[in-house]
């Protein structure tokens, strides 16, 4: 895992807070954002064995309750790097395995998760950073990745008032599948665009489903599996 953009050392203890805050219109409610994606993969996943999961640029944890309650059985990895973000943690969810970065080969995961990872990585790392996510898949396992969508004016306005995302460059859903495709690595894809509806209206995100092909959602997925053979 190479240098993120943002220095999220320095924010750690007040993450949670800053994002809230910026959210503001959309909702406030940072809770929403983390289980509607754990949720999504749950739908997606669970029926099927998946007794390990990474989320790879995990910061403090916002997804990790989630993933404990609908995944219960599977053992949970963290990694990120932020080593103060780690901490926190690793306070909160003692049991959940703490993987630094440069630990991570040799790890095999049935399920990989980066939330929001991506556009905090250095445009030329990107697609050297991505094979080692790739190959840190087990086979016939899954990686899903969540992204900020650029053409969402909201999502755009949010990014701009984000203390820790000065300096980043956004990845449209095509660039996302881009990077992804490497032929070093087989894997099945799907992508569309989600959360087209904030807390407010959160009665109503059923629908995502049926409109995951219109540009509009304030992110979008990428969702792999890789073929068993690999």
Same mark, same amino acid.
């Given at each position: ?41 749950? %739908? ?13 640029? $995990? ?13 219960? $059985? ?65 086979? /016939? ?7 900020? %969508? ?35 690595? $087989?894997?099945?894809?799907? $992508? /569309? ?20 092909? =219109?540009? =509009? /959602?304030?992110?979008?997925?990428? =969702? ?7």
């Amino acid at each position: 895992m190479s240098e993120s953009i943002g220095n999220f050392d320095e924010v750690a203890d007040t993450y949670a807070g800053q994002l809230k805050t910026v959210l503001g219109m959309f909702g406030g409610e940072i809770e929403y954002f983390a289980l509607y994606k754990v949720e999504f993969l749950f %739908n997606t996943l669970e029926k099927l064995p998946i007794k390990t999961i990474l989320d790879y640029g $995990s910061g403090i944890g916002a997804s990790i309750p989630y993933f404990k309650v609908l995944f219960p $059985s599977a053992q949970i990895s963290a990694t990120d790097l932020s080593t103060e973000s780690l901490k926190r943690l690793k306070i909160d969810h003692p049991e959940v395995d703490i993987i630094q970065p440069c630990d991570l080969n040799g790890y095999r995961f049935d399920l990989v998760f980066l939330s929001c990872v991506i556009h905090h990585m250095a445009v030329d790392t990107r697609i050297t950073e991505v094979g080692k996510i790739l190959g840190l898949v087990q086979s /016939g396992g899954y990686v899903c990745v969540f992204e900020h %969508n650029p053409f969402n004016p909201i999502t755009r306005r949010i990014v701009s008032k984000c203390e820790f995302d000065k300096g980043v460059m956004l990845v449209s859903k095509r660039q996302l599948h881009q990077l992804f495709a490497t032929p070093q690595e $087989s894997f099945d894809f799907r $992508s /569309g665009y989600c959360l087209f509806f904030p807390p407010a209206l959160k009665l109503f995100r059923f629908l995502d489903r049926f409109i995951r092909w =219109l540009p =509009l /959602g304030g992110q979008h997925f990428l =969702l792999g599996q890789k073929s068993e053979s690999t």
